[in-house]
């Protein structure tokens, strides 16, 4: 994932004109308030155990900042978030999606009133509902349910020859969901969320996205086609197989969690034994949605494990390689850490202390048994994103991040995007600037890295989001049809 705009407001049609007549019958019945998930919002402020009150202060300031930053580049009118910012960008899917997820968040922290959340989420689903879908290169926002990764911010159009993108519309389909769960109340905009959010979800054809089934492709242009790539364990794509597999219209079978499974590699990173995978957005995206503590799909049961449980071993792995630090970078140790995708320095071979250094701009930064792509850049977003799996550990290193690095990190969004210790000398860079005798630090706050720390943020803290998909019978179905089972989900027929 890579790279404002005032859109003209797109005027809905009645409900009843949005929605077929034989499907508007079966989404009145999706209107109804949502099954109890547990008290939602109790208990906010939110006292997250084990963290002192420093740390908790900290929290706050660090995701009612994050949060405002969805508030300062959505655009209101037709709910598109830029890519990254300041510097001007497309709209990226995904980013939407988690600006959706935002967006609750923020009426429960009293950020912004429901009626404000309301009328964003209303913009945003009308204008997924409503935009061009088909096979043209051009004029399209999406085809066959799914949506191109970048936008364009004014035509809400695809972006260049950027591809049709099955896992950037799937978290894009988690924040529409979200959404749905929250908004449960009686008045005809929410309503209206509830029934948008419900046919968007169903129109999306995942068996189409099969050309090698059962396995669900990564992408599809209309100049070439699917590509040569398909959706193989263990990543981000877990959450995308869930809603795979939970639709009622177009769903895949459940041999495609099977066969994403046989792909995995289980093995032991720096005393971690967990599924590998380097960059920690793949331990991390699916969870800000997904509740996976106490469920068990056929392969954790035979390790013993949950996807949470491992996903704390992936984090924990990572701490321990930055304190070992094999490759010698500046600054790596137990308070500087974390690596993930993000935007890097520069491409480029540099000689620095002697050493020659290889430095990348935008990587997907991580390190594994899987593989090792690590270049001196670390993002906060990794720890952020990772909270709920040790606060222990990835709380007090953000502090650290803050501190140390003050206003060249954080700023009036929370935490830019990366930085690098290593990179001192003066040079002129691709992205960011360099302090000299500090490191080098981007200039960019990126959509995909402001959203899981907001979310996983409250996830750790009240359990906000989890609770609400907890409610949704996609979902549910999805994960049962993937085989878990045990702690909060319900048996097969059992709700």
């Known amino acids: 994932m890579l790279r404002r705009g005032a859109g003209g407001r797109r005027r809905a049609a009645p409900l009843v004109d949005l ?130 990764h970048f936008l364009d911010m004014e035509t809400g159009h695809r972006f260049e020859r950027v591809e049709l993108s099955t896992i950037d519309s799937a978290l894009l389909l988690a924040g529409m969901l979200v959404c749905h769960e929250y908004f449960d109340g009686s008045d005809a905009g929410e309503a209206e969320i509830r029934a948008l959010a419900d046919s968007i979800y169903r129109r999306v054809d995942w068996s189409w996205a099969r050309p090698r089934a059962p396995l669900v492709a990564m992408g599809w242009t209309p100049e070439e086609g699917f590509h040569g790539w398909d959706w193989r364990g263990y990543n981000e794509a877990m959450l995308l197989y869930v809603l795979a597999l939970g639709s009622p219209t177009h769903p895949v079978e459940p041999a495609a969690w099977e066969a994403w499974t046989e792909t995995y590699r289980w093995g032991t990173f720096h005393g971690e034994p967990h599924l590998g995978f380097g960059p920690l957005f793949g331990h991390q995206y699916s969870h800000v949605w997904i509740d996976f503590r106490g469920i068990r799909d056929a392969y954790m049961r035979g390790r013993g494990i949950d996807y949470f449980e491992n996903s704390r071993r992936a984090l924990r792995s990572q701490r321990a390689y930055a304190i070992a630090n094999p490759g010698g970078w500046r600054g790596y140790g137990a308070e500087l850490w974390g690596l993930t995708a993000s935007d890097g320095p520069l491409d480029t071979v540099m000689v620095v202390d002697g050493v020659e250094r290889r430095f990348h701009t935008y990587w997907a930064r991580g390190a594994s048994f899987t593989g090792l792509t690590d270049d001196g850049t670390l993002v906060p977003t990794a720890l952020g994103g990772s909270i709920p799996f040790d606060p222990a550990i990835t709380v007090p290193s953000l502090r650290a991040m803050r501190e140390r690095f003050g206003a060249h990190l954080w700023g009036e969004y929370g935490f ?26 981007d200039g960019d706050y990126l959509g995909i890295d402001q959203g899981p720390i907001v979310a996983m943020i409250e996830n750790h803290r009240t359990g906000l989001v989890w609770r609400l998909l907890r409610g949704s019978p996609y979902i549910v179905e999805g994960l049962r049809r993937a085989g878990f089972t045990g702690g909060w989900l319900p048996p097969a027929g059992g709700d």
């Not at 988690?98 to 945003?124: C, H, K, N, Q, Y």
């Not at 930085?419 to 490191?439: D, S």
């Open 19 to 148: 929605v077929p007549a034989a499907l508007f019958a079966v989404l009145a019945g999706c209107a109804a308030p949502a099954p109890d998930v547990g008290d939602v919002g109790a208990g906010l402020p939110g006292a997250a155990p084990g963290l002192a009150p420093a740390d908790l202060a900290f929290l706050d300031t660090l995701q009612e900042r994050t949060f405002r930053w969805f508030v300062a580049y959505t655009n209101p009118e037709n709910g598109l978030t830029r890519d990254r910012a300041p510097r001007p960008s497309f709209a990226s899917v995904a980013a939407v999606g988690f600006a959706l997820t935002a967006w609750p968040i923020g009426v429960e922290r009293g950020w912004m009133s429901r009626e404000e959340a309301r009328d964003r989420v209303l913009s945003t689903l009308r204008f997924f509902w409503t935009a061009p879908q088909g096979p043209a290169p051009a004029g399209m926002t999406g085809h066959r349910g799914f949506f191109y």
């Open 416 to 441: 830019l995007d990366a930085f690098n210790p290593t990179l001192r000398e003066p040079v002129r860079t691709q992205h960011g600037h360099v302090v000299p005798g500090v490191g080098w630090f």
